[in-house]
């Protein structure tokens, strides 16, 4: 099994940044891909940024792309997300997720494991 805990989020002011982890345990998760997905409120989750378990491909949403970065320290058994130029519209609940397949998706019905999930909250 494994556990998976997100922190680092909270209230930032649009334009600012916020560095999103997600700390594995239970065993490594150097074989699977990781993915951090959204859900914000009376929405549905909707992918984020994904990364393979080589850590060789990355692939972000359209809103993502030239904002956040995904990362991960195999040695720490941690990904990460950096957000930059945070807007509004990136208000929600970021969860991560460990995907067995190893390659990264966009669905997130393809990651066997999740987080609790943390909040992120941008104002205008």
């Known amino acids: 099994q494994v556990q998976l805990a997100e922190s680092g989020g909270g209230l930032v002011q649009a334009g600012g940044s916020l560095r999103l982890s997600c700390a594995a345990s239970?065993?490594?998760?150097?074989?699977?891909?990781m993915g951090w997905f959204r859900q914000a409120p009376g929405k549905e989750r909707e992918f984020v940024a994904a990364?393979?378990?080589?850590?060789?491909?990355?692939r972000y949403t359209d809103s993502a792309k030239g904002r956040f970065t995904i990362s991960r320290d195999n040695a720490r058994n941690t990904v990460y997300l950096q957000m930059n130029n945070l807007k509004p519209e990136d208000t929600a609940v970021y969860y991560c997720?460990?995907?067995?397949w190893g390659l990264g998706s966009a669905q997130d019905h393809e990651y066997d494991y999740w987080g609790q999930g943390t909040p992120v909250t941008v104002s205008s």
């Open positions: 997720g460990a995907d067995p």
């Open positions: 239970g065993r490594t998760v150097n074989n699977y891909a």
């Open positions: 990364l393979s378990w080589s850590g060789g491909s990355r």
